[in-house]
């Protein structure tokens, strides 16, 4: 199986808390395999590590590795580098491409350094309108898994849901 | 056309504020008609109507609606309302049920009262993992306009994107 990793750059632990997490989870539920942010943030790390603790994995998370030697690494082991930004060429023109590779997704929190746009294989776009990484991050996902990520089933979970039109209905190994 | 209309409910001005603009933004950007906000928020309303008039629209966005009645309306002109929750049955499922149909489409913040699972005709999942509300609604969107909506035309832009591997080429009519 193909690795994908995910980088979250620019993350300004105070505003983007929130929003880095909800793009952590997405990367995990989705399927990649864990997550790095450029920025230390110890708070962000344990929120998402306790999804895992409760939820299952693996996943990893990592944060305080500089962006430019995430990318240096991963190009240097042969995997492709994949930035998201609403300028990019459509997702649907580059998944081809990409397929069957080790991919390094990386999502910005705000304005990207130009020298992003050139250390990337690819810069690609979910819609070229303004919306949201979190959004960009999944749907991106959703189409390299073609939809079975959604299917992923856990290990070591202690809480699973099982699914109902009516209500909520959790089965737990505590 | 069908038409299909976001609710967000339990927007807390001070905290969500940030994600409940991304929850509006991927609304617009993947093709519904607007977004309605159970709670007020001038602040939001000023953000999400500056990209429409940016970006183009057309797109509305109105809070400050109680959701019980934004709901009842819904329904008594013949619309289906459907809860995005990592509880409900599989969206894969459920899109068979709903295309062709207009849409109320609810993303919660938080904990959601009991009463809406009752009150929406589908509860839907978009994996059964704990993740982002505005992944789900995007990737939930894209699949009930099968990948369509991010080459929608919006009219009366300012700005629009020329797509491009490398860098950022803008057209302005300003």
């Avoid at 746009?117 to 991050?137: C, I, K, M």
């Avoid at 939809?147 to 209500?167: A, C, D, M, V």
């Amino acid at each position: 199986m193909p690795r994908i990793v995910v980088l979250r750059m620019g993350h300004r632990p105070q505003r983007d808390k929130r929003v880095t997490t909800h793009v952590a989870l997405v990367a995990r539920a989705f399927g990649a395999d864990g997550i790095i942010l450029d920025v230390k943030d110890s708070g962000v790390e344990r929120s998402v590590q306790k999804v895992v603790e409760l939820w299952g994995g693996p996943f990893f998370i990592r944060s305080g590795e500089p962006w430019r030697r995430v990318i240096k690494d991963w190009h240097s082991s042969g995997g492709l580098v994949i930035h998201l930004t609403m300028y990019g060429l459509p997702v649907d023109d580059v998944i081809p491409s990409i397929e069957g590779r080790d991919l390094l997704l990386v999502v910005g929190a705000e304005k990207m350094p130009g020298e992003l746009f050139n250390l990337a294989d690819f810069n690609t776009a979910v819609g070229h309108q303004p919306h949201s990484e979190v959004a960009a991050l999944a749907v991106l996902l959703d189409k390299i898994f073609k939809g079975s990520e959604t299917k992923k089933e856990f290990k070591k979970w202690k809480l699973r849901i099982i699914p109902k039109n009516k209500g909520k209905k959790v089965e737990k190994k505590l």
